[in-house]
């Protein structure tokens, strides 16, 4: 069987306790939730902080605690820092990349969300790849608008992200990109043209995750994403349990499409990243 790289994005900066008692929110439960994700077949962390009033935060002691746990207790696994910005100091959205976590979210343009807009100004985007490649952080290049692929390519041109990035295309967020399987074909279409060595992956938001994973593994994926951060539900009736149960989804996803979870050290390898 195939390997697929399962990254379980455990926060975010949206859910709240009210939504799904399971979201974690402080750095001890965000530890615990990983490492039950890790067990269930996740190889990769995408990291939001929080405050303990369950608001976004920047705080690097936060990211610190958070990344320190993650590797004594899930070993090998990568370790991915969100810079996004909802909720959050623009100025600060980069304040915790000096602790070198393997990975880090690299948005490449501003879109529309439900309630605001998500602003990516060109010189910020410079800025946190030039962090990244300072400090040897490879970007996930998230794609939340077909002109993002082209934002990416600007970067690649520039030298601040080599030639082969990790993009994720994410799909179905409200007043963004709708989650619609011939938009999928589109977005890879224009990454094969435009980015030909990039290694790609996508997100489906709320009740799309599911469907956006098949899709994705039926075009023979490598990566795929599940997580609290995106879908807080099984069902319209049931809340999911943790972090760790929709993992486990997403790797019958995989088994029903020939593929596997892929430990750390071969997640590793698929990405590019120094072994552990």
Known sequence: MRPVVITVAITGSVPRKADNPAVPITPAEQIASTRQAYEAGAALAHIHVRHDDETSSSDPARFHEVQRGIEQQCPGM???????????????RGSALYLKPDMASLSTGSVNFPTIIYENHPTLVVDLAGKMKEHAIRPEIEIFDLSH?????????????????????????KNAMPAEEPLLD???????????????????????????????????????????????????????SSNAELVRLAADAAARHGARPAPPSEARAMLRLRAV
């Open 78 to 92: 990568i370790v991915q820092f969100s810079t996004g910005g909802r909720g959050r100091d623009q100025a600060a």
């Open 149 to 173: 692929l082209h934002g990416a390519k600007r970067l690649v041109d520039a030298g601040l992200i080599d030639d082969a990035p990790h993009v994720q295309f994410v799909l179905g967020v």
């Open 186 to 240: 589109v977005l890879l279409a224009e990454t094969r043209r435009i980015l030909p060595r990039a290694t790609w992956t996508a997100a489906g938001i709320g009740v799309f995750q599911a469907k956006v994973i098949d899709w994705a593994l039926q075009r023979g994926v490598s990566f795929i994403r599940t997580g609290l951060e995106d879908n807080i539900r099984i069902s319209r009736d049931r809340l999911a």
